[in-house]
C-alpha cells in the first residue's frame, strides 16, 4: 500500500497569499491525487497527476510531480478564506488501497 | 446524480453496545473504502473492497469490527462492544476499479458514551 507524507502540518497565510503544500511518497505510482477537507467531514477530489505527468493546472491550483524524488507540490496562487481547510496527498498504484497522512492544516487569514 | 451517502449522519451509542453504519455508493463504483478519523487526524484506512470481497481488511483494528458488501453496492461497516476509544468519524469512499478518483461521503460521526 501508498500513503503519502504531507508538509507541513500547518500553514497559515494572509488572504491573496499563494500556500504550497509538500508530499513525499516511497513506491511507484500510476497516479497521485490531492484531496481536501473541511470541518472533519468528507474529502473533496482536487486533481489528480499522472505518473507521465509533470505539472498541471486546475483554475487556482497548481500541482506539480516529480517521480524521481517521489514527490509533489499543490500550490494555491491568491488564497481565500474559504481555502482554509486540511489537504491530503494519496499516491496511487492500481487497484490498491488508499491511505492518507496527516494533511496539512491550512489556514488563510482575512 | 447522486453522490455517497451514509446513515445515520451521527450515532450515539454506549459502551459494550453494537452499531452498524451504513455506506450507499455511487451506482456502479466497484471500490469502496472505509476509513475512522480521529480529531486532527488524518483519515485512517480500515478496509477496501473490490466488488463483494474485502481486498484489503488490515486497517481494522481488531475484532470487534467487520464490514461486508454483500452484493457488491452498499456496505455495512459493524462494530461489537463498542469503546469510548472507537468515537471517531467514520468515512466511506468508492470509486471505478483502478486507481483513480475517489468520492467520500459525508461520514457517520459516533459517539460512545
Known amino acids: 500500500s501508498q500513503q503519502g507524507e504531507e508538509d507541513p502540518q500547518a500553514l497559515s497565510i494572509q488572504e491573496g497569499e499563494n500556500a504550497t503544500m509538500n508530499c513525499s511518497y516511497k513506491?511507484?505510482?500510476?497516479?497521485l491525487q490531492w484531496y481536501r477537507q473541511n470541518s472533519g467531514r468528507g474529502l473533496v477530489h482536487l486533481i489528480l497527476i499522472r505518473s507521465n505527468e509533470r505539472e498541471k493546472h486546475s483554475g487556482r491550483l497548481r500541482v506539480t510531480l516529480d517521480t524521481s524524488k517521489k514527490s509533489s507540490s499543490l500550490l494555491i496562487t491568491a488564497s481565500r478564506a474559504a481555502d482554509t481547510a486540511s489537504y491530503f496527498c494519496?499516491?496511487?498504484?492500481?487497484?490498491?488501497?488508499?491511505?492518507f497522512g496527516a494533511g496539512t492544516r491550512l489556514t488563510v487569514k482575512p | 446524480g447522486a453522490g455517497v451517502s451514509q446513515t445515520p449522519s451521527n450515532k450515539v451509542t454506549e459502551k459494550g453496545k453494537y452499531v452498524e453504519l451504513r455506506c450507499d455508493p455511487i451506482s456502479g463504483h466497484t471500490a469502496l473504502y472505509w476509513y475512522r478519523q480521529s480529531l486532527g487526524q488524518g483519515p485512517e484506512f480500515l478496509i477496501y473492497f473490490q466488488g463483494t470481497g474485502a481486498a484489503d481488511d488490515s486497517g481494522l483494528p481488531n475484532d470487534r469490527f467487520f464490514a461486508v458488501r454483500p452484493e457488491g453496492s452498499v456496505s455495512t461497516l459493524k462494530i461489537q462492544r463498542t469503546e469510548r476509544g472507537d468515537s471517531a468519524v467514520y468515512l466511506c469512499?468508492?470509486?471505478?476499479?483502478?486507481?483513480?478518483?475517489?468520492?467520500f461521503g459525508p461520514g457517520t460521526r459516533l459517539t460512545v458514551l
Open positions: 469512499a468508492s470509486g471505478t476499479s483502478g486507481a483513480d478518483t475517489q468520492y
Open positions: 494519496a499516491p496511487r498504484y492500481n487497484n490498491t488501497d488508499m491511505r
Open positions: 513506491t511507484s505510482i500510476n497516479n
